[in-house]
């Protein structure tokens, strides 16, 4: 009999990907999503996964009718508050649920100390709400599994990115405007030294971290894994490398955080490069190599280049 697996959030970055790969690997899969939405890639497997329409916020009973499917593993991608993940502890802590994959998320992290970060660090210090609700989930689900044996994993993605969505761009925001600068061979300015790091990581790259951590479910167990890519960038080597891109010669200034910001001129924006840069820093996927045999398939670069195409091809660039 097969296994089932309910993915929450199916549809969205990282859905996209892990619907077809739990479809391949003989699970029952079933794709919660508030809307029809279609996922960012097409994929032929997606006809052999249910999609069922619910929305955790709006329907009172969404708990309810998750039980009722009576899933063996439960992919929670979208869950932006702890309160959500003590409801499903409390519902799930004594059913045949085999497994629960917590997605949580890099932003758990504060400003960086020693690196790299490390993902079981009890001590994070998030900067935001977001963040701070993602580590209080981990912390809640590391004590129920100590305490009471609920399986739970946590994968933390960094940047998730790849065609057919808005990326972080060299500005650590997601104003198209550096990016078109470039395009167009005019001089940008980086915030300080340019030396702050993204990480960029493909949507796809996530999924296969969540699909390695069920079958590899005994290693996984009570753990906390980043989902990185081999390597990470600097604003520096993202600016010098789409000018690269571009076939434009790099034309790259700094300017002191205060002065970045008037030249920016999006409050909105300068806040979102901000939050992006004061936590830089570099994960290490070496223990997900070693417990889930976890390979990233793309580079950070050729991550980028796919998301950059993407740009172009939709309009969003436009190259002379």
């Known amino acids: 009999m097969k296994k089932k697996a309910v993915v929450i959030g199916g549809a969205g970055h990282i859905g996209t990907y892990l619907i077809p790969m739990l479809v391949e690997?003989?699970?029952?899969?079933?794709?919660?999503?508030?809307?029809?939405?279609?996922?960012?890639?097409?994929?032929?497997?997606?006809?052999?996964?249910?999609?069922?329409?619910?929305?955790?916020?709006?329907?009172?009973?969404?708990?309810?009718?998750?039980?009722?499917?009576?899933?063996?593993?439960?992919?929670?991608?979208?869950?932006?508050?702890?309160?959500?993940?003590?409801?499903?502890?409390?519902?799930?802590?004594?059913?045949?649920?085999?497994?629960?994959l917590y997605c949580s998320s890099c932003w758990a992290h504060g400003m960086a100390e020693l690196l790299p970060f490390n993902p079981d660090d009890e001590h994070k210090e998030p900067l935001d709400e977001y963040g701070k609700d993602k580590f209080a989930s981990e912390m809640y689900l590391k004590k129920e599994y100590e305490e009471n044996g609920f399986p739970y994993t946590v994968i933390a993605p960094g940047q998730i990115s790849g065609p057919g969505w808005t990326i972080i761009n060299p500005w650590g925001n997601t104003s198209f405007r550096v990016v078109q600068d470039i395009a167009d061979g005019k001089e940008i300015f980086l915030p300080n030294f340019g030396q702050e790091i993204i990480h960029h990581v493909h949507g796809y790259d996530v999924a296969q971290m969540f699909l390695k951590a069920i079958t590899h479910r005994d290693n996984a167990l009570g753990k906390v894994f980043d989902a990185e890519a081999e390597s990470h960038i600097t604003l520096y080597g993202y600016a010098k490398h789409l000018y690269k891109f571009f076939n434009k010669e790099p034309k790259i200034g700094f300017l002191p955080w205060d002065k970045w910001c008037e030249y920016e001129g999006n409050k909105d924006e300068c806040d979102h490069t901000y939050y992006h840069i004061v936590r830089s820093g570099t994960f290490s996927i070496e223990n997900a190599k070693k417990l889930l045999e976890y390979h990233p398939k793309y580079t950070n670069l050729e991550t980028i280049d796919l998301a950059i195409q993407s740009y172009i091809n939709r309009g969003l660039v436009k190259v002379k």
């Open 25 to 100: 690997e003989g699970f029952e899969t079933i794709a919660i999503t508030r809307s029809m939405s279609k996922p960012y890639e097409d994929n032929p497997l997606w006809d052999k996964a249910k999609r069922v329409l619910m929305d955790r916020e709006k329907d009172s009973d969404f708990i309810d009718k998750l039980c009722e499917m009576k899933p063996d593993i439960i992919v929670d991608l979208v869950n932006f508050n702890i309160e959500e993940t003590k409801k499903i502890v409390s519902r799930f802590k004594d059913t045949d649920l085999s497994h629960y």
